[in-house]
């Protein structure tokens, strides 16, 4: 089956600090979303991206979605505390938003005050 | 955004009982229904997904008589874990969907089998 390979898995930073992270696959996604997940919760989608080479930003989050539609990656700029969960990104293969979601294996953030 | 409601959020049940866990989608008319199982610091893993009326389809590997899917509105969707094992506990979580727009995510029930 289709496979994302997410990294880092996971990250500890300062605050102010920017943070990257990617999404690669082994197959052609027309879909990628990223979301944030906190402890004991379900994950929120942060960002979607429906184009190849498309850059879309949420506040002092910007992704990307790459050109061989194999990748993706996520920057957060200037971390803050409340930016500490996992972020996993998902991809999807199918030409509407019907198909099914293929998740990576999450990036931990830690971010120290 | 839309809301969608897992309940119960933590469940502790004991070897051999069945347990059912709600999915409900609060303001919107969900046509789709995702249930995912999560463990601890892992990925999602998709389940099966099920659409109102009609049967689950289940991703390869999970069992359908144990894990078994009933979508009976437009609203709610209901997954009972039967016979339950201690190697079924995990992080259980649904998402709902309408047409043409992305999935919103339950909150998840954590479910401890003893």
């Known amino acids: 089956g289709q496979q994302l390979n997410q990294s880092p898995q996971s990250m500890f930073i300062q605050e102010g600090e920017d943070v990257s992270m990617n999404c690669t696959s082994s197959?052609?996604?027309?879909?990628w979303l990223w979301y944030k997940q906190e402890p004991g919760e379900g994950p929120v989608l942060l960002i979607a991206?429906?184009?190849?080479?498309e850059l879309t930003s949420n506040g002092r989050l910007t992704a990307q979605f790459g050109i061989t539609r194999k990748d993706s990656f996520l920057n957060i700029s200037a971390s803050i505390p409340s930016d500490v969960g996992i972020y996993f990104c998902?991809?999807?293969?199918?030409?509407?938003?019907?198909?099914?979601?293929?998740f990576g294996q999450g990036t931990i953030l830690t971010v120290h005050p | 955004g839309a809301v969608v409601s897992q309940h119960p959020s933590r469940v502790i049940c004991k070897s051999g009982t069945s347990v059912k866990i709600e999915c409900r989608s609060l303001?919107?008319?969900?046509?789709?229904m995702f249930w995912y199982r999560q463990f601890p610091k892992k990925s999602l893993m998709l389940m099966a997904t099920?659409?109102?009326?009609?049967?689950?389809?289940?991703e390869q590997g999970v069992e359908k008589d144990k894990f078994l899917i009933n979508h009976a509105s437009l609203t709610l969707s209901t997954l009972t874990v039967t016979s339950a094992h201690p190697e079924d506990s995990s992080f259980y979580i649904c998402s709902a969907k309408v047409l043409n727009t992305e999935a919103f995510f339950g909150q998840g029930t954590r479910l401890t089998v003893v």
């Open positions: 197959s052609i996604f027309n879909t």
């Open positions: 303001d919107f008319q969900a046509t789709t």
């Open positions: 998902a991809g999807r293969s199918g030409g509407t938003s019907y198909g099914k979601l293929t």
């Open positions: 991206l429906y184009k190849a080479g």
């Open positions: 099920s659409n109102e009326g009609s049967k689950a389809t289940y």
